[in-house]
């Protein structure tokens, strides 16, 4: 019988105001409690993730970060990352100079940073985003470039150029009012499909003939696996396993509400939308669900409320 897993969004899914509902987190722990995998599958940093599950004490088996640009595991470490290329964030930069309502992030392993500002952030923002000049990023790693825009032609225009001028190297999800620029390997698809190639096979070390530093993951559908072509790996890296053991099946299902989860969507085996998602998000689930605790309740025979 295959293992299961959840592979759920944050924002706008379970997390609302800041906070996860009692109702979710508990339909979350009685799924692990069964022996199933609960994975959190986001566009948040590390930090950004810390800031929302330790509070909580949310547990899990895995988060794919950074819209599929890293991946840690239930203690938040780092197992395999892939940085932007050079140079993408100060294009980006220069492109929007100038222009009114946008507001550009910057998202690393270690930090974030807030290095564009136009719209006037709140206090509560600042608490994940630290303040800074286009000088602190001089030799920093920047694994996103989250951007938030007021202005929907500005958000087109510079999801336009973005593709024009850097595709192949760096791609934008649309998510809400942001834009969320990533390696151009990365999504929440490609981030699951590598994830649940490393779950399908013994443990890292026991595959014959690999390096420690490669992952070996292929994703499908012509997604590079993040932490391969152009990127760097932190402590143990996520692969599939392809040693002599038989590899042991997963099934997935996702359960997201924006434009940036459709990837993921497209490589579960079962996938939900909520009931507020765009038409397009909708159009690429099996249906959609009130809740993840609805989800988990249905796959667990337990009455939905």
């Known amino acids: 019988m295959p293992r299961r897993l959840i592979s759920t969004d944050l924002d706008g899914t379970i997390v609302f105001n800041g906070t996860i509902s ?42 794919i970060l950074y819209t599929g640009a890293a991946i840690v595991d239930e203690d938040i470490r780092v197992r395999c990352s892939t940085a932007l290329p050079a140079g993408v964030v100060e294009d980006i930069l220069d492109f929007v100079e100038g222009a009114p309502g946008v507001t ?39 694994i996103g470039v989250p951007m938030r825009f007021t202005d929907p032609e500005m958000a087109a225009r510079t999801e336009t150029y973005l593709h024009r001028r850097w595709e192949g190297q760096a791609v934008g999800f649309h998510n809400q009012d942001f834009i969320d620029v990533v390696p151009a390997s990365a999504s929440k698809g490609s981030g699951l499909r590598q994830l649940v190639a490393s779950l399908a096979g013994p443990p890292a070390g026991e595959a014959a003939g690999e390096s420690e530093s490669g992952t070996g993951a292929a994703n499908g559908a012509g997604e590079a696996p993040a932490g391969v072509a152009g990127g760097t790996t932190a402590g143990d890296s996520v692969r599939p396993g392809v040693g002599s053991r038989p590899l042991e099946p ?56």
């Open 104 to 142: 550009v992030f910057t998202t690393g392993l270690d930090e974030d940073l807030l290095v564009y500002d136009t719209i006037g952030s709140g206090s509560e923002l600042l608490t994940l985003f630290r303040p800074a000049t286009r000088r602190e990023l001089d030799g920093r790693e920047v």
């Open 22 to 63: 009692l109702r979710d987190r508990e339909a979350m722990a009685r799924w692990r409690a069964a022996g199933n995998l609960l994975v959190i599958n986001t566009g948040r940093s590390v930090s950004a993730l810390e800031h929302v599950v330790v509070p909580m004490g949310l547990e899990f088996d895995n988060a």
């Open 250 to 305: 997963v099934e997935t299902w996702s359960i997201g509400d924006s434009w940036n989860d459709i990837s993921m969507h497209q490589a579960a085996d079962h996938s939900y939308a909520l009931p507020w998602s765009p038409p397009e998000v909708v159009a690429q689930c099996d249906g959609t669900v009130s809740s993840l605790a609805d989800l988990i309740d249905s796959l667990m025979g337990r009455p939905t409320l």
